[in-house]
């Protein structure tokens, strides 16, 4: 099994920045993708980003493209994922996911460990 934590959610006025981190435990999987998703109330968890194992590769949604930045240090076994000029459409609980390196990354179903996630709210 792998756990995993996030931290660094919180509320920011429009505009401004936060740092989400992402630490696992536990069967940690080295060459594992790792990815941030989203869920605002009433609404589906939806996909923000990914990097692959080797954390040279990344892929982002379009609303989020050009603001965060997602990234990962496999010596630590952490992942962050810094978010600038954020909007109050981003505002969310954001989830961090591990999953197998093959997949489709911005599915879901590709990852099989989640943490339990954290708030973000955007003030107008």
């Known amino acids: 099994q792998v756990q995993l934590i996030e931290s660094g959610g919180g509320l920011v006025q429009a505009g401004g920045s936060l740092r989400l981190a992402c630490a696992a435990s536990g069967r940690i999987c080295s060459v594992c993708k790792v990815a941030w998703f989203r869920q605002a109330p009433g609404k589906e968890r939806e996909f923000v980003a990914a990097?692959?194992?080797?954390?040279?590769?990344?892929y982002y949604a379009d609303s989020v493209k050009g603001r965060f930045s997602i990234s990962r240090d496999n010596a630590k076994n952490t992942a962050s994922l810094q978010m600038n000029s954020l909007k109050p459409e981003d505002t969310a609980v954001y989830y961090c996911?591990?999953?197998?390196?093959?997949?489709?990354?911005?599915?879901?179903?590709?990852?099989?460990?989640w943490g339990q996630g954290t708030q973000v709210t955007v003030s107008s």
């Open positions: 990097v692959t194992w080797t954390g040279d590769i990344t």
């Open positions: 996911a591990s999953g197998p390196p093959f997949g489709t990354y911005y599915i879901r179903g590709a990852y099989n460990y």
